[in-house]
């Protein structure tokens, strides 16, 4: 991996009062870091950019951004946003002509900017499911078509354009080591790597009458061996049946030159929810799977439990049983269920750093692909407490097998093609999240991973890494920039 630039350049910003200051001096920092300049912060006439209402200042500015306040404190109205030459823009009243008269820019970017990664945009979805998640078509970016259009990198881009043309700022940092033009990532949330043996069950019903008959324990046997084998069924361990898909899964990846990351889950359903998983992290097979995973390379990861938003248990509760299981430092979480704070979720994602942890893998959506903070590139959330970033990297999750059919392998694997494409496009990352546990019965997700995986290994234009890797060189391109 390449080393950072030792002497980074900054953009001198000033932002004058307003109830969303906070948020708007957040929404700058955030978006010139992409670009790839730091910001510094100072009451000065003379600024390269300016949010306020002086026209004065204004004037001068390259960059002139006016505040608009009334839009975004309006909760109870959904908010109009429009298409202004190809960039979203939020607005009141009639859309604007153009996105620039003069340095003047014709949207608050930097409150809109906040809008988008703070998930604020989630208060006026049209609906939510049966886990108070926002559907990708209930939320505003799916009503305005723009799941694979994540408005932030317009915003990027707008900045980019003038401070390039209109300013003196030097050159940016660049955004990918080694000279790549975009990122991937891989992962695996482990939720069902073994099945339950009902066998036993069965028998003993069998022998010992119980709530219902004999007769249905015998049906429900027969079944179970009917359609799982008589070995899978009665004789053969969890890590020799089918769905224990670590050894096929890292075979894939070793071929291509690829790692990944884990995601284990130490919350059982039986001291959680009734939505948490089944298996017992702690067993031994689980630690030696550890050791074999960690020491090849890839990497070990949390799911948090489903009720991890109401701290039940403490996230770092769960990252130190599973650092004591691994035997290994935990730098990863992305929630089960994508359970965040459905009220605040910053509030959840604020929470991790305080854990000991460099990065959530959270933010996306669980029915559909497209990029939920309308981003497809590492940032840092909001921390309400702070008042600014929180000290944590979010990788956000644009693609998953879930969001693909189970059987149509032509179909899933065009979605996987596309959206690195989109990625592509956007010099963005790429983070894709593929089960582990489903690819006996789901085809066309275990055809379209290996689809992934050849394409990426022969794409010479993205770096690939593991989520760790990539959440430890954005830290470091961020602490170079401060």
């Not at 008589?230 to 769905?243: G, K, Q």
């Not at 009734?274 to 990861?301: A, F, K, M, P, Q």
């Not at 290994?328 to 509030?347: C, N, S, T, W």
Request: with cysteine; charged share 20%.
């Amino acid at each position: 991996m390449q080393s950072l630039a030792p002497v980074p350049s900054h953009v001198v910003a000033r932002v004058d009062g307003g109830i969303d200051e906070p948020l708007r001096r957040y929404g700058i920092e955030q978006l010139l870091r992409l670009v790839g300049f730091g910001v510094r912060f100072k009451s000065d006439d003379s600024a390269t950019i300016y949010c306020g209402s002086n026209p004065a200042i204004g004037a001068a500015a390259a960059i002139w951004i006016p505040p608009d306040d009334a839009f975004f404190l309006d909760a109870g109205q959904r908010p109009t946003i429009s298409l202004v030459d190809g960039v979203c823009v939020p607005h009141r009243g009639p859309a604007p002509a153009s996105l620039w008269v003069g340095n003047r820019l014709s949207f608050d970017v930097a409150r809109a900017t906040a809008f988008w990664l703070t998930l604020e945009s989630e208060r006026y979805a049209a609906a939510r499911d049966g886990h108070n998640r926002v559907p990708a078509a209930a939320s505003l970016l799916g009503t305005l078509g723009l799941l694979n259009r994540p408005p932030i990198h317009a915003y990027v881009q707008l900045l980019a354009d003038r401070l390039n043309s209109e300013a003196n700022c030097g050159s940016p940092l660049p955004r990918w080591p080694l000279g790549k033009t975009f990122a991937a990532a891989l992962s695996h949330d482990v939720d069902a790597p073994e099945r339950s043996n009902r066998v036993p069950l069965y028998l003993k019903e069998m022998v010992f009458k119980n709530h219902r008959p004999r007769r249905h324990a015998y049906w429900d046997l027969c079944a179970e061996i009917r359609t799982r084998g008589l070995a899978n069924a009665c004789i053969r361990p969890p890590s020799r049946r089918p769905e224990w898909d670590f050894g096929e899964i890292c075979e894939i990846e070793e071929a291509c030159g690829l790692r990944s990351a884990f995601y284990f889950a130490v919350v059982p359903r039986s001291l959680g929810h009734l939505c948490d998983t089944t298996y017992d992290s702690s067993r031994s097979r689980y630690r030696r799977l550890y050791r074999r995973l960690i020491e090849g390379g890839w990497e070990v990861g949390l799911q948090a439990g489903y009720l991890t938003s109401a701290g039940r248990p403490s996230l770092r509760l769960q990252v130190d049983r599973l650092a004591r299981f691994s035997g290994h430092g935990i730098a990863g979480v992305r929630h089960h269920y994508l359970q965040l704070d459905p009220v605040a979720p910053m509030r959840t994602l604020a929470t991790h750093a305080d854990a000991g942890l460099l990065y959530d893998a959270t933010v996306g959506f669980n029915d559909d692909l497209g990029f939920r903070a309308g981003i497809a590139l590492p940032y840092q959330p909001y921390d309400p407490q702070r008042q600014g970033a929180a000290p944590l990297v979010e990788l956000p999750t644009g693609i998953a097998d879930m969001h693909m059919p189970k059987q149509y392998e032509t179909v899933s694997v065009e979605a996987v093609a596309e959206h690195l494409r989109i990625v592509r496009g956007l010099g963005g990352l790429a983070l894709l999240n593929w089960h582990v546990g489903n690819w006996h019965f789901a085809p066309a997700w275990r055809d379209s991973y290996c689809a992934a995986c050849r394409l990426l290994a022969e794409d010479a234009d993205v770096w690939v890494a593991t989520p760790r890797e990539v959440a430890t060189w954005w830290r470091q391109r961020s602490e170079a920039l401060q």
